[in-house]
């Protein structure tokens, strides 16, 4: 699906967004909107270490769409969605580029077809920038490029991450 939200709507859903993810003892992983005109999809993805509960999910999703209802920023249509991340995690805040470092990670930067990803093992989130290391070096990114950048999680890291551990070893 692809992406439908300009980044001045993103900032102003996540504004919205982050103090009720936050009442629910929860973190705002990332915000996305998908779909066509008509018919998107506005979907959060919401953590805490251990993982996150249907139940916690239920009361973030009932109240961000009373405050969705009340400030009526998306001009179609959308179903909300709010759930956690999963093994093909979104990543769009500085500090989870730093977090997963050393993760592999796929970047599509707008105006790209979505099969032309850019691939790469994550440095972090510096000067700026987010740092990647390609097969064909080491490349950076401004993050105003980023349409969608996501972790491609090994089962290992993904196991890691469900007991409250960092995704690679070492990084305890």
Not at 34 to 49: E, H, K, N
Not at 59 to 72: C, K, M
Not at 84 to 91: E, H, M, Y
């Amino acid at each position: 699906m692809p992406a439908l939200a300009s980044p001045d709507l993103l900032r102003t859903l996540r504004t919205l967004a982050e103090p009720i993810v936050e009442e629910q003892g929860c973190v705002l992983t990332a915000i996305e909107v998908l779909g066509g005109a008509g018919a998107a999809t506005v979907r959060l993805s919401v953590d805490q270490p251990g993982g996150v509960g249907i139940d916690q999910c239920t009361r973030i999703s009932r109240a961000f769409s009373r405050v969705l209802d009340e400030r009526d920023p998306i001009p179609s249509a959308y179903t909300l969605e709010v759930s956690s991340p999963g093994i093909q995690r979104p990543v769009q805040r500085p500090e989870d580029f730093d977090r997963f470092a050393g993760c592999e990670i796929r970047v599509k930067r707008y105006g790209t077809d979505s099969r032309k990803a850019t691939r790469g093992r994550l440095v972090g989130f510096v000067d700026g920038r987010i740092q990647l290391h390609t097969d064909s070096g080491p490349i950076q990114i401004h993050p105003d490029d980023v349409e969608r950048a996501w972790l491609a999680l090994t089962d290992e890291q993904f196991a890691r991450m469900g007991q409250g551990l960092p995704p690679v070893a070492g990084g305890e």
